[in-house]
């Protein structure tokens, strides 16, 4: 019985603290909103007037004490995102002579993993050299949302060592998201080309394989077209889906030989990718291959066919009228719901 | 002798509700960590890059619907306009003896086209296929009428995209929140296998264009009392589970498959009562048979609002169904139970869900009435009814009390700090009398299960500009 008491009592305490916690909290958030906004309100003048004149650095850094240094940050970085050029300069040394740059630095080492996360986002932004090497550092985080972060504030840094580093981590799987990897390297632009198309080798690992041939679509890099050839013959059916969605994208005329060999794989996602990019080619002399396609067994690479049929100009059209009345329902079928579509301005690829 | 045995049931009553409440301190206490760690993650992202990326995974959302002619329109229009770079709304008709085909038909401008769709998953014949000329991302499925789970088939039959996002037509998807539940498929993408977004109570809020515009409480208590149940539920119970792997369910209101999965699994069990927490269990089943690595998630903040019952009676029906279907996916799935190779679903999950989500009305219902009875008969005193009160009042409000606190830590939805105290307050006032109504509700739909009755208890919807 006395337990039983005990844990009512327990239980009660609990409740009350935790009620007094869900109160407080809520008015102490009201407080701290309103004081930040009048901080904000107070020194959003003299931020404004800093990017209108640099130089005039003193007044701000007086008026900086610690309780504002917080507020006076965060105007400085939501206005450094929209800042290109010489402006972004300039943030950058207000960034470095106002001591923000040091105490980011600083917080990378933070034991707490979303101090070191924030640290890294920020620096990204600030963008100054005095973080390039403790950026690096960071590439080796235990918790990959930091390690990801650093990586992308190098890249926004133009720092090639974030690239290197990027396309290594390709190779690890247990500790790289390859999308996210991809993702970055995409933001990174056409300095990264000539990397990629080294890497499209089939002695790589499959995983390396294919992001790098993902990454060669996207990127729209067509040095790559001869290793991507070399690649559609690739013993995975990941690779080879992902080489003919690759050509597909880069849409040249010397891929269409390969093209109609992938449209005849023995994986129906492979023929399915294939016909679409035969599709985007707009090769009039595909048409026939094509057709022959609307007859797969695969729901799937019947609807692209159909759809890159809508897309073969004249003779396609000509090619999708005579299959909607085809004998065989699926032609048909696929056919006749593509021109449809047409009839309705919609595009055939959803 | 018979005193003794009565007495001792009475202790392992107690036992079984201290328990019970035990095992939801320890998912409050996993949901906890789990939900400062998302908010933390996510408080970075940038979604505009996330809308940009070209690797975002299209996805097909299946609007099932059945008689929504009061909000068919509204929803349809709030899913369109979700923000998110690939998308098709894909609504299906599932046999409507109201206005719902034509209302579909002139709110969106729909033309009708051959039916193109793969048959992989079973469901009824479909007799149209329409496409708006308005929304090229609009397509609209008209069948013969098979229930959820066969307008769900038949809607994964008709998907372009390799995510299925199924959802209930009578809800709102928040703006953002299709970017926010895919955002595990781009992070995992060889894992992540399924993710569920969380279920809000729109009742009591300020909808305007489809968008929920203020969030407030209603002014109603059976609504109130659902909104605090729902934050229970969702808030702590499936951000617990999720922590350790073993979701059972994920809300049909709203979530996210990856649709080859689904395809492989056998898609959605036709006739079946809970059909979204069956499809559920069964990927389990099968991805562990398979030996494959995957995980399913439920994130807290991917929000979807949705109206829910005002009426006793309403509400007693759709509970009855839920604990119908509960036992009826619990039941197909049974071989799962206690079996190594299915992992903490089969050593955790299932038992759990056996002992304290299938059995717990009966065993509460027979524990009230054995309480009550044991103190007309003068077995317990007067102080043993007040421990077992207290106990069991005091448990279910301090966890009420927690989800409130774990909704303030993390997202703030309710603007004013007098409505967190009325949800605490609420939090208490439901264990007398509202928690036993559910108890018998339940302990019904349990009897009903045993009798065979399948039937859907219908809702009436009063359509989202007449809900507050």
């Known amino acids: 019985m006395l337990i039983a008491i005990y844990t009512i009592v327990a239980l009660q305490a609990l409740i009350l603290a935790v009620v007094f916690m869900v109160v407080a909290g809520r008015l102490a958030n009201i407080f701290f909103a309103r004081q930040a906004s009048i901080r904000r309100r107070r020194f959003e003048p003299h931020v404004l007037n800093l990017l209108l004149e640099p130089s005039n650095i003193g007044p701000i850094r007086d008026a900086v004490r610690n309780r504002e240094k917080r507020t006076v940050k965060r105007i400085l970085l939501q206005q450094s995102e929209e800042l290109k050029g010489e402006d972004k300069n300039h943030m950058t040394l207000v960034f470095e002579q106002l001591g923000y740059v040091r105490e980011e630095i600083k917080n990378l080492g933070s034991r707490r993993w979303w101090r070191r996360l924030e640290a890294a986002v920020n620096l990204g932004n600030m963008q100054s050299y005095e973080s390039v090497e403790p950026l690096i550092r960071a590439v080796s985080d235990p918790i990959e949302d930091v390690r990801l972060a650093a990586v992308r504030s190098l890249g926004q840094l133009g720092e090639t060592q974030g690239l290197a580093i990027l396309l290594d981590a390709i190779e690890d799987e247990d500790l790289w998201t390859g999308s996210r990897i991809?993702?970055?390297?995409?933001?990174?632009?056409?300095?990264?080309?000539?990397?990629?198309?080294?890497?499209?080798?089939?002695?790589?690992?499959?995983?390396?394989?294919?992001?790098?041939?993902?990454?060669?679509?996207?990127?729209?890099?067509?040095?790559?077209?001869?290793?991507?050839?070399?690649?559609?013959?690739?013993?995975?059916?990941?690779?080879?889906?992902?080489?003919?969605?690759?050509?597909?994208?880069?849409?040249?005329?010397?891929?269409?030989?390969?093209?109609?060999?992938?449209?005849?794989?023995?994986?129906?996602?492979?023929?399915?990718?294939?016909?679409?990019?035969?599709?985007?080619?707009?090769?009039?002399?595909?048409?026939?291959?094509?057709?022959?396609?609307?007859?797969?067994?695969?729901?799937?690479?019947?609807?692209n066919a159909a759809a890159s049929l809508s897309m073969l100009g004249e003779e396609g059209e000509r090619a999708l009228k005579t299959a909607s009345d085809s004998g065989d329902p699926n032609t048909q079928q696929a056919a006749s719901h593509v021109l449809a579509l047409k009839s309705l301005g919609l595009p055939a690829r959803a | 002798m018979l005193t003794d045995v009565i007495f001792g049931l009475n202790i392992s009553m107690l036992v079984y509700f201290s328990l019970i409440n035990g095992s939801?301190?320890?998912?409050?206490?996993?949901?906890?960590?789990?939900?400062?760690?998302?908010?933390?993650?996510?408080?970075?992202?940038?979604?505009?890059?996330?809308?940009?990326?070209?690797?975002?995974?299209?996805?097909?959302?299946?609007?099932?619907?059945?008689?929504?002619?009061?909000?068919?329109?509204?929803?349809?229009?709030?899913?369109?306009?979700?923000?998110?770079?690939?998308?098709?709304?894909?609504?299906?008709?599932?046999?409507?003896?109201?206005?719902?085909?034509?209302?579909?038909?002139?709110?969106?401008?729909?033309?009708?086209?051959?039916?193109?769709?793969?048959?992989?998953?079973?469901?009824?014949?479909?007799?149209?296929?329409?496409?708006?000329?308005?929304?090229?991302?609009?397509?609209?499925?008209?069948?013969?009428?098979?229930?959820?789970?066969?307008?769900?088939?038949?809607?994964?039959?008709?998907?372009?995209?390799?995510?299925?996002?199924?959802?209930?037509?009578?809800?709102?998807i928040e703006g953002r929140a299709l970017?926010?539940?895919?955002?595990?498929?781009?992070?995992?993408?060889?894992?992540?296998?399924?993710?569920?977004?969380?279920?809000?109570?729109?009742?009591?809020?300020?909808?305007?264009?489809g968008r929920v515009s203020r969030v407030g409480l209603a002014p109603r208590f059976l609504p109130l009392i659902q909104t605090v149940e729902y934050l229970r539920a969702f808030l702590f119970g499936r951000v617990g589970w999720s922590a350790i792997n073993s979701l059972l369910i994920i809300s049909g209101a709203f979530g996210v498959f990856r649709k080859d999965v689904?395809?492989?699994?056998?898609?959605?069990?036709?006739?079946?009562?809970?059909?979204?927490?069956?499809?559920?269990?069964?990927?389990?089943?099968?991805?562990?048979?398979?030996?494959?690595?995957?995980?399913?998630?439920?994130?807290?903040?991917p929000v979807c609002w949705t109206e829910v019952p005002e009426t006793l009676t309403q509400l007693g029906r759709q509970r009855n169904r839920w604990q119908r279907g509960l036992i009826d996916s619990l039941i197909v799935h049974k071989t799962m139970l206690l079996k190594p190779k299915y992992g903490t679903i089969g050593l955790i999950g299932m038992p759990y869900f056996f002992v304290f989500e299938m059995f717990s009305p009966m065993v509460e219902l027979a524990g009230l009435i054995l309480v009550v009875v044991s103190f007309a008969?003068?077995?317990?005193?007067?102080?043993?009814?007040?421990?077992?009160?207290?106990?069991?009042?005091?448990?279910?409000?301090?966890?009420?009390?927690?989800?409130?606190?774990?909704?303030?830590?993390?997202?703030?939805?309710?603007?004013?700090?007098?409505?967190?105290?009325?949800?605490?307050?609420?939090?208490?006032?439901?264990?007398?009398?509202?928690?036993?109504?559910?108890?018998?509700?339940?302990?019904?739909?349990?009897?009903?299960?045993?009798?065979?009755?399948?039937?859907?208890a219908r809702m009436e919807r009063r359509g989202f500009s007449k809900i507050r």
Not at chain 1, 194 to 200: A, D, F, N
Not at chain 2, 34 to 45: N, P, T
Not at chain 2, 67 to 93: D, R
């Open chain 2, 262 to 301: 689904v395809i492989a699994a056998g898609g959605y069990r036709l006739g079946s009562l809970g059909e979204d927490m069956e499809l559920v269990v069964r990927m389990h089943r099968y991805l562990r048979e398979k030996h494959q690595k995957y995980k399913m998630y439920f994130l807290p903040d």
């Open chain 2, 179 to 209: 970017l926010k539940v895919t955002r595990p498929f781009l992070e995992k993408p060889e894992t992540t296998v399924a993710v569920g977004g969380i279920v809000r109570v729109a009742n009591g809020c300020d909808i305007t264009d």
């Open chain 2, 377 to 456: 008969l003068g077995i317990v005193d007067l102080k043993f009814i007040g421990l077992f009160m207290a106990v069991a009042i005091l448990f279910g409000a301090s966890l009420t009390t927690g989800s409130v606190l774990l909704e303030e830590l993390s997202f703030h939805r309710f603007p004013k700090v007098s409505e967190l105290l009325i949800l605490i307050a609420v939090g208490f006032a439901e264990n007398l009398g509202y928690r036993q109504l559910n108890t018998w509700w339940r302990a019904k739909g349990c009897l009903d299960y045993l009798k065979g009755n399948t039937a859907w």
């Open chain 1, 182 to 303: 991809m993702e970055i390297l995409i933001g990174m632009g056409s300095e990264i080309e000539p990397e990629i198309v080294s890497r499209l080798s089939p002695t790589n690992g499959v995983r390396s394989r294919k992001l790098h041939a993902e990454l060669s679509g996207h990127l729209r890099i067509f040095q790559a077209i001869e290793p991507l050839i070399n690649l559609a013959t690739d013993e995975d059916v990941e690779v080879r889906r992902v080489v003919a969605e690759a050509l597909g994208r880069l849409g040249h005329y010397s891929s269409v030989e390969i093209l109609l060999a992938l449209a005849k794989d023995e994986c129906a996602s492979v023929r399915a990718e294939a016909v679409t990019a035969l599709g985007g080619l707009g090769a009039i002399n595909v048409v026939e291959h094509v057709v022959s396609t609307l007859s797969d067994i695969d729901w799937q690479v019947r609807r």
């Open chain 2, 24 to 172: 939801y301190f320890l998912l409050l206490a996993l949901s906890y960590f789990a939900v400062l760690k998302y908010r933390r993650q996510v408080e970075f992202e940038q979604w505009r890059r996330v809308i940009q990326s070209p690797l975002t995974w299209g996805v097909s959302v299946l609007a099932p619907a059945f008689n929504e002619e009061a909000t068919i329109q509204e929803s349809v229009k709030s899913l369109l306009m979700l923000e998110y770079p690939k998308f098709e709304v894909i609504v299906v008709n599932d046999g409507s003896t109201d206005g719902t085909m034509d209302t579909l038909k002139t709110s969106f401008e729909l033309h009708s086209t051959p039916i193109d769709v793969d048959v992989k998953l079973p469901c009824q014949e479909i007799q149209g296929f329409y496409r708006s000329s308005e929304y090229p991302n609009l397509i609209v499925v008209d069948k013969a009428n098979g229930g959820k789970a066969d307008a769900l088939n038949a809607g994964i039959n008709a998907a372009n995209h390799p995510l299925v996002c199924a959802i209930d037509a009578d809800s709102l």
